[in-house]
């Protein structure tokens, strides 16, 4: 494989593992009773509307359908990609669901 081809390769894989990265946020907000859109709003305020989340959206699946997403799991992948602002409104909601419980 040519080094051009390669580069494209591992471009294509990224995007990829982002898209299901954005996947499972968005999944795993309706599995929460949280709008995706409204959760990431709140850690990039400034930022435009984000066409990948708005797909993503489109693929949840109710609650009731879906499997769960562990939070660790969650936010480790959010961690993965650099996206530590999502992932501190993340452990806001995560921490006030757990003092709902109490």
Same mark, same amino acid.
Not at 6 to 16: G, L
Not at 33 to 38: G, I, K, Q, S
Not at 41 to 49: F, S
């Given at each position: ?28 907000? +309706? ?17 435009? =509307? ?6 993503? +959206?489109?693929? =949840? +699946? ?10 660790? =799991?969650?936010?480790? +992948?959010?961690?993965l990609f650099g996206n530590e602002d999502l992932a501190f409104v993340v452990t806001?909601?995560?921490d006030k669901k757990r003092k709902e419980w109490l």
């Open positions: 494989m040519d080094r051009k081809r390669m580069e494209d390769q591992m471009i294509h894989n990224y995007q990829r593992d982002e898209q299901m990265m954005i996947l499972i946020f968005a999944q795993w907000c +309706v599995n929460h009773d949280l709008n995706p859109v409204e959760v990431y709003k709140r850690a990039y305020p400034n930022q435009e =509307t984000n066409h990948e989340l708005a797909q993503a +959206v489109e693929l =949840t +699946v109710p609650k009731e359908e879906a499997g769960e997403i562990p939070n660790d =799991t969650l936010l480790g +992948v959010l961690s806001e909601e995560i």
